[in-house]
């Protein structure tokens, strides 16, 4: 197989991986559950969180590399993040539309850079909550990509948040 099996690729990203499994077995096909399971980009602290959140099994490669996960609450720290052309900011969508360097979520499959900040979608809110759920394996598995592009650091913004100070 080639690419991340966790992306729910080739079909569409409303396939779960049990259901893409089930499909390649029924063709006869021995389905490799490990050779994709380590990152090579991701730090061990973005692969808990992605773990964590999403319930996709993820663990780094290389486990002395480190990044950290924060969420942006803070107006002025996010407008400092959104000026720092060295941090590639990842969109749900329109990122053409921004001022500043911006890749819309399901087009950064493949890419990596040294620092991320990830915009959710309004329906993405609660996503730093206890137990939430995601309400699609469409969004979930978009997101999984979003979240794992960074090689370093991984900034999360909550669409409310940016959307204000986009608007100014």
């Known amino acids: 197989m080639s690419g991340d099996n966790n992306s729910g690729v080739p079909f569409n990203t409303n396939n779960t991986i049990e259901k893409y499994k089930a499909y ?39 486990e002395k590399k480190s990044g950290i996960v924060k969420e942006i609450t803070d107006r002025e720290e996010l407008i400092k993040l959104l000026k720092d052309d060295s941090i590639m900011k990842i969109l749900y969508q329109n990122a053409h539309k921004q001022y500043f360097k911006a890749i819309n979520w399901g087009n950064s499959k493949g890419d990596t850079y040294d620092t991320t900040l990830v915009v959710l979608t309004g329906s993405l809110d609660g996503l730093f909550s206890d137990g939430y759920t995601f309400d699609s394996e469409k969004t979930k598995n978009k997101l ?7 090689k370093g650091d ?11 100070f986009d608007k100014k």
């Open 24 to 62: 390649l077995e029924k063709l006869g096909l021995i389905v490799d559950e490990e050779t994709l399971s380590k990152s090579r980009r991701c730090a061990k602290e973005i692969c808990a969180f992605v773990s964590m959140k999403t319930g996709i099994q993820l663990e780094a490669q290389d």
């Open 144 to 150: 999984y990509v979003a979240l794992t592009r960074t």
């Open 154 to 164: 991984l900034f999360i913004v909550k669409k409310d948040l940016f959307e204000e």
